[in-house]
């Protein structure tokens, strides 16, 4: 099928953008209940209860809290990289966002008045180097904890950036070297390609079992989730580069986690298991719904489950176990290919 | 005795086992196996597996664990001192304390006080009776002493409020009388133990 | 009386001929387990729990007397086995109510039972419906509780005279006959009586009308008898006990004030009960009821404290009563000494003319005897007291001489006694003339002076009297003196002691310093032992210690007296001073010792010693001044807080210390003849209080509820026909209620001046008593 380049307007790229922020951020927000509930159920207790039904509504009374709360700046921190690094982490993870397809294209239903019969395509702008645009965006989210715990005066804080600088880095080599693989299958940078391409084919996943697990495991580490969240494990660093942030700042350093999540869960999505392609009698939209949900509970159920790991095992774990392992598959993927070709 | 005896000599009967804890690889090979062999042993999906029925065995109701304290609380032991009640007699719903002052006598603290008086029917009557819980340490000695199981300890343990006055009173202690048939015989400290009436011997009566 | 000793449980002891195993045991520190048996009282043998063993005869402790060299075993086998059963018969249907009982914790039934290890029930037997009962103002006894040992009875006969109390049938169910053969002899004996008897009132109704005294409450062992006041108020151990000396009359007794705090939301300690060591000594009712009299809610008051130091700067008179300790009586003494005010005293100053009219007659600074030792005598004569009115100790000991010693009594009065006459057999009562006091003390004289010892005139002025047979002297006192001398000869009868003592009536007197000189007299020539019953709490201390004055003259402080400036420890002054409940002090009694008491109360107001502090340089407390009472005296320079006031488990009486009397060479005493035209004729009024009254601290306490009034005899009260009577003192005229005292005879009426308002001793002056005219209104 042949891609259709949408109608690029300013207005429309502007609305979209707006929706993806909103909704995102109010799935993160929300997110936080999720895990609240999923963890408390894991561990047979019931989570919040109290306000609003099944507590519902916690998520607005934490919302207010944050609001609310006191704004602190340490006296001897740099006040500008403070203010501003939890605006990079959340900004980077919604600019990722714009070139991820969240959705497949839809035409507004016509008995919808000004808007009916408008053809909208889902993603804010296929770049046509997506991943690696995203890949790169969210490795740029990297100075927003670097930058926090540096800027905050406090050991913690300086450690935690430190372990920051270290894992973000070693993990990024095999977040791209475990993509790499898929790519070389199909041959193009833009999301919609792979998703049509597993629409033609069959799920990435089954030629590239591999590649996925890796690319998980990158994608823990990525976004700061147990067992890698090393940067601010309460257990040996109070919390790391978040030790001296309160109140909304704080608040905006998880609402760029939980976004991030969503765009791993995404990507994997659409990288490895089919993305928002109809699956037999379910709707594309279901599907990737249903995709990225799973992926976020995996990443609940797992911290649910497993211990942290420390630095050093990271490390070992990074460069000695899935590194080689990625270039190991790179290569037989690419003899595959020859030989297939 | 040995210095290990004498380190150990507080120490109850020992039973201790040595975990039969494996060698720690040498070679370079070895370690190489121990990951290949842990990794693939799935010894991470059994975690996953524990945490996902658990969470669906809480789904259903099963094994939870929370007690949604204000609303719920949990039974309390009949042998918890909290703060203490005024049982009633069953049948005429009279007050069970005859003011014999054994309660105020025995009080290490030093913190019951009460008055009695000489009533219309030619009964003694407690007229007030308190206890400053300020001092009060719930050390029990009263519910124990009483001979008529009138003052008890009850379950009450919230005890936060703005005044220490605010359980003292009679009043205060004593079982609503509209509650009576709520009333629960105590069995914790004092309360009459269950083989009594073989160590008691009865008295003739003539009639 | 000799030492002897004694074997007990093969310990040595030494006793006196005569005395009981009981108190000899008890004075050696030896247990023997006694329910019944008081130590001033006849033995009744209602308990026969103290069952002993001596020389291998079973008696009863309390009742047999040892001899010397005996051997006494207080525990064997059979005896164990008697009282144990004793024990188990006494808690047949007695009530489990140890609970609400106030007697529990103190209970003699509780101890023994616990003693003897009763812990299970052989006996048994219906109960009877006892019901439990108020017999008077203050007296509540519960049948149900009683184990009829009878120390009520025996102490209400033997101490207190009244016998108004006796046992009454029970009307139960008889043993059952088998009990007769299984059961220990002593204990089927008791329970045979005990099963048939209560307690009642002996007149037969339900209410005792006895003085009130409340010694049946102190000795009852169990909680049968109970203050009504006192009923289910506490339990005693939460009291405290405070040893003091009654304030109220001379006696000066030894009592315990048993304080708590008031009640829950008033922590401040209040008076309970007062109670004593009835095994030796009684309490009347004034002292063991008037309590309550203290002076409330007093704090500082500076400005009446400046005022009051203003008035003592110009005052001129300090009036006061017998009420006070010694030591504001030194202090008023020193403001005598330091500002030259006069001390005027009118409760004090006849008794102190009369004591000093008595001591240069004698040449002895105080009487020679005192009523301890009265009340070992066997023969005793009381003259110039209204013996149940005045002083309730000296008819005590009136009354036991009589029980205990099968002793025999002389009662001069004017006034008619019912009682008196109940108290034994060989008492001869006396209703003389009004102004024939000085004809008792020669009949006095001629009864008992040996003839060789007196002066030719006054052995001619009593034959004088004589004609044949006829004792004119008997017969001017009102007696046959054919039918006396008979029963004065049987009265005399292996009688080897003798006491007299002197009343008000003596020191009210126109004569007073005759009749100190014939009292000082008969001391001298007579085998009589003399003691004075002082007038009023602390007569005999104020009237050592302080120079008094007849006059008052210009501005007046009254000391708990009317006055210019009014300082008051009944709250109605211009200052407030501390009742005697609520201070520290000593006072002397009539046995002539100096008794400390102390404070029972929280008192929080300025004191006699503050005003003293304030004009002069003095010690810093009122108990400093105990050490400076004036040795010339007979005080002696003891610190307060080195002076006993307890008494011993072998009834010493340990209590501060005894006056020394000084004794100097005297002149033959010269009496004078009386006037047989002194009698009194026409309608007369003695000063006289009802009993339980003394002042205006008694009418204060709120059990004491003998009201003011005109206290008549029924036959008078008849003839008076109001309940309301107009008594006019020449000008003065008084409109009182007309009481009833069936215990009074005669037409002599009594008005009380336990209320100082009424000023009773302005209108009597120097004398007892007045003509008067009554008539109803
Ligand atoms: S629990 Fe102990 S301290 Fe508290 S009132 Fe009872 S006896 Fe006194
Ligand atoms: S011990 Fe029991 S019966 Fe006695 S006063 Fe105290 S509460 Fe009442
Ligand atoms: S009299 Fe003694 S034994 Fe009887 S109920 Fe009272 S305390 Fe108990
Ligand atoms: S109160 Fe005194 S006089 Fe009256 S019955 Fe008792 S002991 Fe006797
Ligand atoms: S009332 Fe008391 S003192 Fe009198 S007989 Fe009964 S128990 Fe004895
Ligand atoms: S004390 Fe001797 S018989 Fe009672």
């Not at chain 3, 700067?313 to 009036?319: G, M, P, S, V």
């Amino acid at each position: 099928m042949e891609t259709v380049l949408p109608e690029v307007t300013a207005v429309g790229v502007i609305i979209k953008a707006v929706i993806i922020l909103a909704v995102i951020s109010a799935i993160a927000g929300f997110g936080t209940y999720i895990e609240r509930k999923v963890l408390a159920f894991m561990q047979r207790r019931l989570g919040p209860m109290h306000v609003g039904p099944y507590g519902l509504l916690q998520l607005i009374a934490d919302g207010i809290k944050l609001f609310t709360k006191e704004d602190i700046i340490p006296a001897h921190a740099n006040k500008f990289i403070f203010a501003i690094a939890p605006a990079i982490t959340a900004a980077t993870a919604f600019i990722a966002l714009s070139a991820v397809p969240v959705f497949p294209d839809f035409t507004i239903p016509e008995f919808i008045p000004l808007l009916g019969g408008t053809f909208v395509p889902s993603i804010a702008s296929d770049v046509n180097i997506g991943i690696l645009f995203v890949l790169g965006m969210m490795a740029a989210g990297l100075y927003g904890p670097l930058l926090a715990g540096m800027a905050q005066a406090n050991k913690w804080g300086l450690l935690g950036s430190a372990r920051t600088a270290v894992q973000f880095l070693s993990y990024e080599v095999v977040t791209g070297l475990s993509i790499l693989a898929p790519i070389m299958i199909v041959g193009s940078l833009s999301f919609v390609d792979f998703n049509d391409y597993q629409n033609e084919h069959i799920w990435l996943v089954v030629y590239q079992p591999v590649a996925f697990v890796l690319f998980l495991i990158a994608g823990f580490a990525e976004t700061n989730r147990t067992p890698f969240d090393i940067l601010e494990h309460e257990a040996e660093i109070v919390s790391g580069y978040a030790t001296e942030y309160s109140g909304m700042r704080w608040g905006m350093f998880f609402i760029g986690e939980y976004a991030n999540m969503i765009t791993i869960g995404v990507i994997a999505s659409v990288v490895f298991l089919g993305g928002y392609s109809d699956f037999f009698f379910i709707p594309a939209w279901i599907m990737i719904i249903l995709k990225v949900a799973f992926f976020f509970f995996f990443m609940l159920w797992v911290r649910a489950a497993w211990p942290h790991i420390r630095p050093d095992q990271l490390m070992w774990l990074c460069w000695k176990v899935l590194m080689p392992l990625a270039v190991v598959n790179i290569i037989i993927t690419a003899v595959v290919m020859m030989a297939m070709a | 005795m040995s210095l290990e005896q004498f380190k150990d000599r507080n120490v109850g009967v020992q039973n201790y086992r040595q975990l039969d804890l494996p060698q720690s690889p040498t070679t370079a090979m070895c370690k190489v196996k121990q990951v290949a062999k842990r990794s693939l042993k799935g010894e991470l999906f059994v975690g996953l597996g524990v945490t996902v029925r658990e969470m669906v065995s809480t789904l259903f109701g099963k094994g939870l664990h929370t007690t949604q304290y204000p609303f719920e609380k949990l039974p309390i032991s009949p042998r918890y001192r909290a703060i203490h009640e005024m049982l009633r007699l069953l049948e005429s719903g009279n007050y069970r304390c005859i003011g014999c002052g054994l309660c105020e006598k025995i009080c290490i603290s030093n913190c019951i006080s009460m008055e009695t008086r000489y009533d219309e029917n030619q009964r003694k009557e407690v007229s007030a009776y308190t206890i400053n819980f300020g001092r009060c340490i719930f050390c029990g000695y009263c519910a124990e002493v009483c001979p008529e199981l009138a003052i008890v300890h009850g379950g009450r343990y919230e005890t936060a409020s703005e005044q220490r006055a605010s359980f003292s009173l009679f009043e205060d202690m004593l079982t609503p009388i509209d509650q009576l048939s709520l009333q629960q015989e105590y069995q914790g400290f004092g309360a009459v133990s269950p083989n009594a009436d073989d160590n008691i011997k009865k008295t003739p009566l003539a009639y | 009386m000799s030492d002897i000793t004694v074997k007990i449980n093969s310990q040595e002891c030494k006793a006196q001929e005569g005395e009981y195993i009981l108190n000899v045991a008890r004075a050696n520190g030896i247990f023997i387990p006694a329910i019944c048996y008081l130590t001033r009282c006849s033995p009744t043998l209602a308990c026969r729990i103290c069952l002993v063993e001596a020389d291998g005869k079973q008696v009863y402790a309390c009742n047999a007397k040892v001899k010397n060299g005996m051997n006494i075993e207080t525990v064997t086998e059979n005896i164990l086995k008697e009282r144990r059963a004793i024990m188990e018969v006494y808690d047949v249907n007695h009530p489990l109510q140890c609970g609400v009982c106030d007697q529990s914790g103190s209970c003699e039934l509780q101890n023994y039972t616990l003693e003897l290890g009763v812990d299970s029930q052989t006996y048994s037997i219906a109960d009877t419906v006892r019901e439990s009962k108020n017999w008077s103002s203050v007296l509540h006894y519960d049948a149900g509780l009683c184990i009829v040992c009878e120390r009520c009875v025996t102490v209400c006969k033997d101490m207190i005279g009244d016998s108004a109390i006796k046992t009454t049938a029970r009307g139960g169910e008889a043993l059952d006959k088998s009990y007769k053969d299984t059961m220990p002899k002593d204990a089927y004996a008791m329970w045979n009586k005990l099963q048939k008897s209560v307690i009642a009132p002996s007149n037969g109704t339900e209410q005792t009308n006895c003085s009130d005294c409340g010694e049946c409450v102190a000795v009852c062992p169990v909680g049968a008898l109970v203050s009504r006041d006192f009923v289910y108020t506490t339990n005693a151990w939460e009291l405290n006990r405070i040893p003091a000396t009654c304030a109220h009359c001379s006696s000066g007794c030894h009592i315990y004030y048993e304080t708590k705090p008031t009640s829950i939301s008033n922590r401040e300690e209040k008076i309970y009960r007062v109670t004593n060591e009835w095994n030796y000594m009684s309490l009347c009712g004034a002292g063991r009821f008037g309590y309550d009299f203290e002076n409330t809610n007093v704090s500082k008051d500076e400005k009446a404290f400046a005022l009051a130091i203003e008035a003592f700067k110009k005052a001129q008179t300090i009036r006061f009563n017998a009420t006070i300790t010694n030591e504001e009586a030194l202090m008023l003494q020193t403001l005598k000494e330091k500002l030259g005010v006069k001390l005027v005293n009118d409760e004090v100053r006849a008794f102190q003319k009369f004591l000093n009219a008595y001591s240069d007659a004698s040449g002895k600074s105080l009487y020679g005897s005192d009523f301890k030792e009265l009340m070992n005598s066997d023969f005793i004569i009381s003259v110039g007291s209204i013996l149940r009115k005045d002083n309730p100790n000296a008819r005590y000991v009136f009354n036991n001489v009589q029980k205990m010693n099968k002793g025999a009594g002389l009662y001069f009065h004017p006034i008619g006694d019912t009682v008196i006459p109940t108290f034994g057999k060989s008492v001869e009562t006396f209703n003389h003339k009004v102004g024939l006091e000085e004809a008792v003390c020669y009949l006095i004289l001629d009864l008992f002076a040996p003839k060789d010892k007196l002066s030719d005139e006054v052995k001619d002025y009593i034959e004088s009297f004589k004609d044949g047979d006829t004792n004119g002297l008997v017969e001017l006192l009102g007696k046959d003196s054919a039918k006396f001398k008979a029963s004065f000869d049987k009265m005399m009868g292996k009688k080897s002691s003798f006491g007299l003592m002197v009343g008000e009536d003596f020191f009210y007197h126109e004569k007073s310093e005759n009749l100190a000189k014939l009292i000082a007299l008969i001391e001298e020539v007579t085998p009589l032992n003399i003691a004075f019953i002082p007038p009023k709490s602390n007569a005999l201390g104020v009237s050592l210690i302080c120079e008094l004055d007849d006059e008052a003259t210009g501005y007046t402080i009254g000391y708990n007296e009317n006055g210019d400036f009014k300082l008051s420890a009944l709250g109605d002054g211009n200052l407030d001073i501390p009742a005697l409940n609520q201070q520290e002090g000593t006072l002397t009694n009539m046995n002539k010792k100096v008794v400390p008491t102390n404070s029972a109360l929280e008192y929080n107001g300025y004191e006699l010693n503050d005003i003293m502090k304030a004009l002069f340089d003095v010690p810093r407390l009122a108990i400093d001044w105990t050490a400076y009472l004036p040795v010339d005296k007979g005080f002696m320079s003891h610190e307060f807080d080195s002076l006993p006031n307890h008494y011993t488990n072998a009834g010493v009486e340990l209590r501060g210390y005894s006056l020394v009397k000084f004794t100097r060479e005297a002149n033959e005493i010269k009496v004078d003849r009386f006037d047989e035209k002194a009698i009194l004729e026409g309608d007369i009024v003695c000063r006289a209080n009802p009993q339980r009254q003394f002042s205006d601290f008694t009418d204060k306490a709120h059990q004491i509820n003998e009201a003011f009034g005109l206290y008549v005899s029924d036959a008078k009260s008849k003839s008076i026909g109001t309940s309301k009577a107009e008594i006019s003192f020449g000008d003065e005229r008084l409109i009182l209620d007309v009481m009833v005292d069936d215990r009074m005879e005669g037409d002599i009426v009594a008005l009380p001046d336990f209320q100082s308002k009424h000023n009773v001793y302005g209108l009597f002056g120097t004398s007892r008593y007045k003509i008067v005219t009554i008539k109803g209104v």
